[in-house]
Protein backbone atom coordinates (compact mmCIF):
# COMPACT_ATOMS: atom_id res chain seq x y z
CA UNK A 1 0.00 0.00 0.00
CA UNK A 2 1.16 3.10 -1.06
CA UNK A 3 -0.14 6.86 -1.28
CA UNK A 4 -0.06 7.97 -5.03
CA UNK A 5 -0.97 11.37 -4.37
CA UNK A 6 -0.92 14.42 -1.43
CA UNK A 7 -2.32 17.83 -0.64
CA UNK A 8 -0.50 20.36 0.91
CA UNK A 9 -1.72 23.78 2.19
CA UNK A 10 0.97 26.50 1.65
CA UNK A 11 1.09 30.43 1.67
CA UNK A 12 4.72 32.78 2.72
CA UNK A 13 4.82 32.30 6.11
CA UNK A 14 8.48 30.48 7.33
CA UNK A 15 6.40 27.92 9.34
CA UNK A 16 4.68 26.75 6.23
CA UNK A 17 7.86 26.31 4.35
CA UNK A 18 8.75 23.92 6.75
CA UNK A 19 6.02 22.03 5.97
CA UNK A 20 6.43 22.06 2.13
CA UNK A 21 9.53 20.92 2.20
CA UNK A 22 8.31 17.78 4.70
CA UNK A 23 5.93 17.41 1.98
CA UNK A 24 8.15 17.18 -1.33
CA UNK A 25 10.51 14.80 0.28
CA UNK A 26 7.49 12.61 1.00
CA UNK A 27 6.42 12.67 -2.49
CA UNK A 28 9.78 11.99 -3.38
CA UNK A 29 9.78 9.21 -0.68
CA UNK A 30 6.49 7.64 -1.89
CA UNK A 31 7.34 8.64 -6.17
CA UNK A 32 3.58 10.50 -5.38
CA UNK A 33 2.12 13.12 -7.15
CA UNK A 34 2.19 16.42 -5.09
CA UNK A 35 -0.92 19.49 -5.04
CA UNK A 36 -0.25 22.55 -3.44
CA UNK A 37 -3.47 24.54 -2.18
CA UNK A 38 -2.92 28.14 -1.39
CA UNK A 39 -6.03 30.19 0.54
CA UNK A 40 -5.99 33.94 -1.14
CA UNK A 41 -8.15 35.86 1.12
CA UNK A 42 -11.31 37.73 -0.71
CA UNK A 43 -11.32 41.58 0.48
CA UNK A 44 -13.66 42.28 2.82
CA UNK A 45 -16.78 45.07 2.15
CA UNK A 46 -17.12 46.73 5.77
CA UNK A 47 -19.50 49.21 6.28
CA UNK A 48 -18.27 51.90 8.43
CA UNK A 49 -20.68 54.83 9.80
CA UNK A 50 -23.88 53.58 7.10
CA UNK A 51 -21.12 53.67 4.11
CA UNK A 52 -19.22 51.03 2.23
CA UNK A 53 -15.59 50.74 1.21
CA UNK A 54 -14.88 52.19 -1.85
CA UNK A 55 -14.71 50.16 -4.72
CA UNK A 56 -11.34 51.09 -5.32
CA UNK A 57 -10.19 50.25 -1.75
CA UNK A 58 -11.51 47.12 -2.30
CA UNK A 59 -9.47 46.66 -5.66
CA UNK A 60 -6.08 47.42 -4.58
CA UNK A 61 -7.16 45.20 -1.56
CA UNK A 62 -7.37 42.29 -3.93
CA UNK A 63 -4.50 43.52 -6.52
CA UNK A 64 -2.32 43.37 -3.43
CA UNK A 65 -3.82 39.24 -2.26
CA UNK A 66 -3.07 38.33 -5.90
CA UNK A 67 0.09 39.91 -6.38
CA UNK A 68 1.26 38.54 -3.22
CA UNK A 69 -0.78 34.67 -4.21
CA UNK A 70 1.37 34.95 -7.80
CA UNK A 71 5.29 35.38 -5.47
CA UNK A 72 4.15 32.67 -3.22
CA UNK A 73 2.97 30.16 -6.15
CA UNK A 74 5.86 31.08 -8.10
CA UNK A 75 7.88 30.58 -5.28
CA UNK A 76 6.76 26.67 -4.34
CA UNK A 77 6.83 26.29 -8.47
CA UNK A 78 11.05 26.90 -8.52
CA UNK A 79 11.30 24.30 -5.30
CA UNK A 80 8.84 21.85 -6.66
CA UNK A 81 10.83 22.04 -9.89
CA UNK A 82 14.14 21.89 -8.75
CA UNK A 83 12.50 18.62 -6.42
CA UNK A 84 12.01 17.03 -9.87
CA UNK A 85 8.11 16.36 -8.08
CA UNK A 86 4.91 15.75 -9.79
CA UNK A 87 3.44 18.79 -9.35
CA UNK A 88 -0.05 20.98 -9.58
CA UNK A 89 -0.81 24.42 -7.89
CA UNK A 90 -3.83 25.03 -6.75
CA UNK A 91 -5.65 28.65 -5.59
CA UNK A 92 -8.60 29.15 -4.05
CA UNK A 93 -10.32 32.45 -3.32
CA UNK A 94 -12.62 33.04 -1.03
CA UNK A 95 -13.56 35.06 2.48
CA UNK A 96 -11.84 33.45 5.24
CA UNK A 97 -14.93 32.01 6.65
CA UNK A 98 -15.21 29.66 3.53
CA UNK A 99 -11.38 28.59 3.63
CA UNK A 100 -12.55 25.59 5.58
CA UNK A 101 -14.78 24.31 3.14
CA UNK A 102 -12.76 24.82 0.52
CA UNK A 103 -9.86 23.24 1.85
CA UNK A 104 -12.25 19.79 2.50
CA UNK A 105 -13.46 20.15 -1.18
CA UNK A 106 -9.68 19.56 -2.34
CA UNK A 107 -8.86 17.23 0.31
CA UNK A 108 -11.48 15.04 -0.73
CA UNK A 109 -9.57 13.49 -3.80
CA UNK A 110 -6.19 13.26 -2.52
CA UNK A 111 -4.73 10.16 -0.28
CA UNK A 112 -3.37 12.65 2.83
CA UNK A 113 -3.30 16.54 3.11
CA UNK A 114 -0.65 17.96 4.83
CA UNK A 115 -0.49 21.22 6.51
CA UNK A 116 1.48 22.91 8.97
CA UNK A 117 0.54 23.77 12.71
CA UNK A 118 -0.24 27.27 13.32
CA UNK A 119 2.22 29.06 14.97
CA UNK A 120 1.10 30.68 18.25
CA UNK A 121 2.75 33.78 17.76
CA UNK A 122 0.38 34.24 14.41
CA UNK A 123 -2.53 36.60 14.37
CA UNK A 124 -4.45 34.01 12.44
CA UNK A 125 -3.18 30.47 14.34
CA UNK A 126 -7.52 30.14 15.18
CA UNK A 127 -8.41 30.43 11.99
CA UNK A 128 -5.74 28.05 11.15
CA UNK A 129 -6.69 26.00 13.54
CA UNK A 130 -10.00 25.22 11.99
CA UNK A 131 -8.28 24.69 8.74
CA UNK A 132 -7.18 21.50 10.06
CA UNK A 133 -10.30 20.36 11.69
CA UNK A 134 -11.51 20.68 8.48
CA UNK A 135 -8.68 18.44 6.92
CA UNK A 136 -9.19 15.54 9.33
CA UNK A 137 -12.76 16.05 10.22
CA UNK A 138 -14.44 17.05 6.89
CA UNK A 139 -12.51 15.85 4.09
CA UNK A 140 -13.03 11.87 4.53
CA UNK A 141 -8.98 11.54 4.45
CA UNK A 142 -6.33 12.06 7.22
CA UNK A 143 -4.21 14.22 7.66
CA UNK A 144 -0.49 15.23 8.47
CA UNK A 145 0.43 17.96 10.39
CA UNK A 146 3.86 19.32 10.64
CA UNK A 147 5.05 21.15 13.85
CA UNK A 148 5.92 24.97 13.40
CA UNK A 149 9.44 24.08 13.98
CA UNK A 150 9.76 21.22 11.65
CA UNK A 151 9.87 17.97 11.61
CA UNK A 152 12.99 15.80 13.35
CA UNK A 153 12.27 12.69 10.43
CA UNK A 154 10.52 12.61 7.70
CA UNK A 155 10.02 9.85 6.55
CA UNK A 156 9.09 8.48 9.99
CA UNK A 157 11.89 5.51 11.30
CA UNK A 158 10.39 5.33 14.61
CA UNK A 159 6.03 5.60 14.49
CA UNK A 160 3.81 5.44 17.61
CA UNK A 161 0.08 4.37 17.23
CA UNK A 162 -2.03 5.84 19.94
CA UNK A 163 -4.69 2.96 20.40
CA UNK A 164 -7.80 2.83 22.13
CA UNK A 165 -10.38 0.53 20.22
CA UNK A 166 -12.55 3.14 18.93
CA UNK A 167 -13.26 3.31 14.73
CA UNK A 168 -11.43 6.66 15.08
CA UNK A 169 -8.38 5.14 16.03
CA UNK A 170 -9.32 2.05 13.77
CA UNK A 171 -9.16 4.54 10.83
CA UNK A 172 -5.90 6.43 11.83
CA UNK A 173 -4.31 2.84 12.03
CA UNK A 174 -5.23 1.88 8.35
CA UNK A 175 -4.77 5.27 6.73
CA UNK A 176 -0.87 4.99 8.22
CA UNK A 177 -0.50 1.75 6.65
CA UNK A 178 2.07 3.14 4.11
CA UNK A 179 4.11 5.21 6.79
CA UNK A 180 4.24 1.78 9.00
CA UNK A 181 5.54 -0.76 6.48
CA UNK A 182 8.28 1.72 5.80
CA UNK A 183 8.81 2.32 9.41
CA UNK A 184 11.74 0.93 11.64
CA UNK A 185 10.24 0.92 14.64
CA UNK A 186 6.54 0.36 15.43
CA UNK A 187 4.89 1.19 19.19
CA UNK A 188 0.93 0.40 19.80
CA UNK A 189 0.50 2.87 22.72
CA UNK A 190 -2.68 2.04 24.90
CA UNK A 191 -3.63 4.78 28.00
CA UNK A 192 -4.95 3.74 30.63
CA UNK A 193 -5.96 0.30 29.55
CA UNK A 194 -8.11 -0.34 32.83
CA UNK A 195 -10.36 2.88 31.77
CA UNK A 196 -11.00 1.00 28.09
CA UNK A 197 -12.57 -2.32 29.20
CA UNK A 198 -12.73 -4.50 26.00
CA UNK A 199 -12.44 -1.95 23.57
CA UNK A 200 -8.77 -2.82 23.39
CA UNK A 201 -9.24 -6.28 24.30
CA UNK A 202 -8.43 -9.40 27.37
CA UNK A 203 -4.63 -8.89 26.46
CA UNK A 204 -4.55 -4.74 25.15
CA UNK A 205 -3.46 -4.75 21.87
CA UNK A 206 -2.60 -7.67 20.90
CA UNK A 207 -5.65 -8.19 18.62
CA UNK A 208 -4.74 -4.86 16.88
CA UNK A 209 -1.23 -6.44 16.76
CA UNK A 210 -2.07 -9.33 15.35
CA UNK A 211 -3.79 -7.83 12.80
CA UNK A 212 -0.41 -5.24 12.12
CA UNK A 213 1.61 -8.41 11.51
CA UNK A 214 -0.21 -9.87 9.06
CA UNK A 215 0.87 -6.98 7.05
CA UNK A 216 4.27 -7.62 8.16
CA UNK A 217 4.24 -5.21 10.51
CA UNK A 218 5.62 -5.95 13.83
CA UNK A 219 4.61 -3.72 16.88
CA UNK A 220 6.04 -2.75 20.28
CA UNK A 221 2.84 -2.47 22.50
CA UNK A 222 3.15 -0.11 25.51
CA UNK A 223 0.54 0.48 28.38
CA UNK A 224 1.09 3.41 30.16
CA UNK A 225 -0.97 5.17 32.91
CA UNK A 226 -1.98 9.10 32.61
CA UNK A 227 -1.72 9.43 36.52
CA UNK A 228 -1.82 13.35 37.18
CA UNK A 229 -1.37 13.81 33.60
CA UNK A 230 -3.92 14.10 31.36
CA UNK A 231 -4.28 11.67 28.10
CA UNK A 232 -2.60 14.08 26.05
CA UNK A 233 -0.14 15.00 27.80
CA UNK A 234 0.89 11.78 28.72
CA UNK A 235 0.86 10.42 25.18
CA UNK A 236 3.29 13.59 24.34
CA UNK A 237 5.72 12.91 26.44
CA UNK A 238 5.57 9.03 25.48
CA UNK A 239 6.53 10.59 22.45
CA UNK A 240 9.39 12.14 23.43
CA UNK A 241 10.75 9.75 25.60
CA UNK A 242 10.61 7.30 22.84
CA UNK A 243 12.33 9.49 20.11
CA UNK A 244 9.26 9.15 17.87
CA UNK A 245 8.87 10.89 14.68
CA UNK A 246 5.40 10.46 14.00
CA UNK A 247 2.22 10.11 16.12
CA UNK A 248 -0.61 8.42 14.46
CA UNK A 249 -4.19 9.26 16.31
CA UNK A 250 -7.83 8.99 15.65
CA UNK A 251 -9.17 12.85 15.58
CA UNK A 252 -12.04 13.88 17.62
CA UNK A 253 -14.66 16.60 17.72
CA UNK A 254 -18.24 17.80 17.68
CA UNK A 255 -20.83 20.01 15.45
CA UNK A 256 -21.04 23.79 16.74
CA UNK A 257 -22.76 26.18 14.45
CA UNK A 258 -20.85 24.44 11.54
CA UNK A 259 -17.61 25.33 13.22
CA UNK A 260 -15.44 21.74 14.07
CA UNK A 261 -14.76 22.15 17.56
CA UNK A 262 -11.66 19.88 18.69
CA UNK A 263 -11.69 17.12 21.05
CA UNK A 264 -9.36 17.30 24.67
CA UNK A 265 -6.70 15.11 23.30
CA UNK A 266 -6.69 16.02 19.98
CA UNK A 267 -6.80 19.91 20.57
CA UNK A 268 -3.94 19.71 23.46
CA UNK A 269 -1.84 17.85 20.99
CA UNK A 270 -1.99 19.98 17.94
CA UNK A 271 -1.25 22.90 20.47
CA UNK A 272 1.86 21.11 21.77
CA UNK A 273 3.01 18.55 19.50
CA UNK A 274 7.06 18.38 18.61
CA UNK A 275 6.89 16.03 15.87
CA UNK A 276 4.18 15.27 13.00
CA UNK A 277 0.73 14.07 13.49
CA UNK A 278 -1.20 12.28 11.27
CA UNK A 279 -4.94 12.55 12.09
CA UNK A 280 -8.33 10.47 10.94
CA UNK A 281 -11.55 10.36 11.39
Known sequence: MRYKDFLVVV?????????????????????????????????????????????????????????????????????????GVSLELRKETAMYELWADRLARQGRHADLTIIAQPDPDDDFASEHT????????????????IPYIGPRNLPPERVTVCWDGSREAARALHDSLPFLENARETTLLIVDPEKLGSAVGELPGADVAAH?????????????????????????GEASDQGTDLLVMGGYGHS??????LGGVTRRITETMIVPVLLSH
Do not use: W, Y
Not at 29 to 56: C, D, I, Y
Not at 213 to 235: M, Y
Not at 256 to 261: H, I, K, P, Q
Open 11 to 83: DGKSSNSKCLDAAIRLAETFEAHLSTLLMVPEPANPVVAGVPMPAEILAEQREQFERSAAETLAAVRERGERA
Open 212 to 236: LARHGINVEIRTIASGELSPGDAIL
Open 256 to 261: RLREMV
Open 130 to 145: VMIEAAFMQTGRPALV
